[in-house]
Nanobody, 117 residues
Framework: QVQPVESGGGWVQAGGSLRLSCAAS????????MGWYRQAPGKQRELVAT???????NYADSVKGRFTISRDNAKNTVFLQMNSLKPEDTAVYYC???????????WGQGTQVTVSS
């Protein structure tokens, strides 16, 4: 099964920063936009940021100005730099290839981000 591998999560105090990484198969990564999703306890998974093959980006309003998505096409890796973290950012973060807003790969394990107040 082809699925992404996320890393970089952890515990941080409010106002802190974390950088998430996600490695994916080049067959899926190269021709597709990539996105970061998150799922908080008791809530549905939501799309927080996407980056197209040309580097064009989009963000959910809740993270705009604080999170930055980027990709390294040579390493088939996508990143999420998260600054000014808030307790409401606490969630398991996942990456996936995206068509529209739809994820097209099997989900990976995700990486837990916990922000304390």
């Amino acid at each position: 099964q082809v699925q992404p591998v996320e890393s970089g999560g952890g515990w941080v105090q409010a106002g802190g920063s974390l950088r998430l990484s996600c490695a994916a198969s080049g067959i899926i990564f190269s021709p597709n936009a990539m996105g970061w999703y998150r799922q908080a306890p008791g809530k549905q998974r939501e799309l927080v940021a996407t980056i197209g093959t040309a580097g064009n980006t989009n963000y959910a309003d809740s993270v705009k100005g604080r999170f930055t998505i980027s990709r390294d096409n040579a390493k088939n890796t996508v990143f999420l730099q998260m600054n000014s973290l808030k307790p409401e950012d606490t969630a398991v973060y996942y990456c996936n290839a995206v068509v529209g807003i739809r994820a097209i790969m099997n989900w990976g394990q995700g990486t837990q981000v916990t922000v304390s107040s």
